[in-house]
């Protein structure tokens, strides 16, 4: 059973930070990606940031320069460490993992359960 364990929502004041924490647990053999998403309500969920595992990164425009997307493979945890926020950025945040489970050859992504992030004006 793989699981996708998100952490580090909150509340905070327009210019705060928050940093999101996502703990990848379970029989897995590898993890090619990973990656958080976001959805803001009436919209679409939308890419922020991905890490492959060749640690090449990738930014939504709107996100670039204020958040930084980093992971430690040793706990399997990806963050992502948000600066400058912005009303915009309100929004339920999802952690995404493509890897392989043990026994299988297959890539899938999973997704961890969201976690919120408020940002006041």
């Known amino acids: 059973q793989v699981q996708l364990v998100e952490s580090g929502g909150g509340l905070v004041q327009a210019g705060g930070s928050l940093r999101l924490s996502c703990v990848v647990s379970g029989r897995i053999f590898s993890i090619n990606a990973t990656g958080w998403y976001r959805q803001a309500p009436g919209k679409q969920r939308e890419l922020v940031a991905a890490i492959t595992i060749g640690d090449s990164t990738n930014y939504a425009d709107s996100v670039k320069g204020r958040f930084t997307i980093s992971r430690d493979n040793a706990k399997n945890t990806v963050y992502l460490q948000m600066n400058s926020l912005k009303p915009e950025d309100t929004a339920v945040y999802y952690c995404?993992?493509?890897?392989?489970?043990?026994?299988?050859?297959?890539?899938?992504?999973?997704w961890g359960q969201g976690t919120q992030v408020t940002v006041s004006s």
């Open positions: 995404n993992a493509r890897l392989r489970p043990y026994l299988t050859t297959n890539y899938y992504d999973y």
